[in-house]
């Protein structure tokens, strides 16, 4: 219950805050697994669109409230929210390739072409590197790293959706 008051007494720039730095050690995080090894997929890649894209956007609506500047952060932590939900679903998807739920796409997903001879499976072998969509490199707390942007990214559409409330129309 104590968290929850203290939820209800953040401000729509408090919301705005919070999704920069969540956002920027979210991708933070990303860049370090990646830096000691574990090198991400094709969906993973993608899924890093949403932390480029709400990084500067979060930073520019923390500005903006800053200005109080009428009617742009309701429309700011809208797009915000969407982006996140988006991100979220993305990730769920990632994660259901990684579970085997359904089939992932066959560029990071499929079998590996037979070469018809022995130079050209050598001349693939140094010019092919493909991380696979649906091996997944490390779990923690029994969650993928796609699995964690799916939460993390629900938890910032929240978020953006309690400073949508929070700011003035």
């Not at 500005?63 to 969407?82: D, E």
């Not at 990632?94 to 050598?122: M, R, Y």
């Amino acid at each position: 219950m104590r968290i929850w008051s203290h939820l209800q007494n953040l401000t729509a720039r408090d919301c705005a805050l919070a999704l920069i730095l969540i956002s920027l050690a979210t991708i933070s995080g990303a860049w370090i697994f990646e830096y000691f090894g574990y090198l991400p997929c094709e969906l993973c890649l993608k899924q890093r669109w949403a932390y480029y894209i709400g990084v500067p956007l979060a930073c520019v609506l923390f500005i903006i409230l800053h200005l109080q500047i009428a009617h742009l952060p309701r429309i700011g932590f809208v797009v915000l929210m969407l982006l996140w939900i988006a991100s979220s679903v993305f990730g769920i998807y990632h994660s259901g390739v990684e579970w085997q739920f359904w089939p992932g796409p066959t560029d990071c997903t499929g079998s590996l072409t037979k070469a018809p001879s022995i130079n050209d499976f050598l001349q693939q072998l140094q010019s092919v590197k493909v991380v696979r969509c649906d091996a997944v490199a490390i779990r923690i707390l029994g969650l993928s790293l796609a699995g964690w942007n799916a939460v993390l990214s629900l938890a910032m559409a929240v978020i953006a959706a309690m400073g949508f409330s929070k700011s003035r129309a």
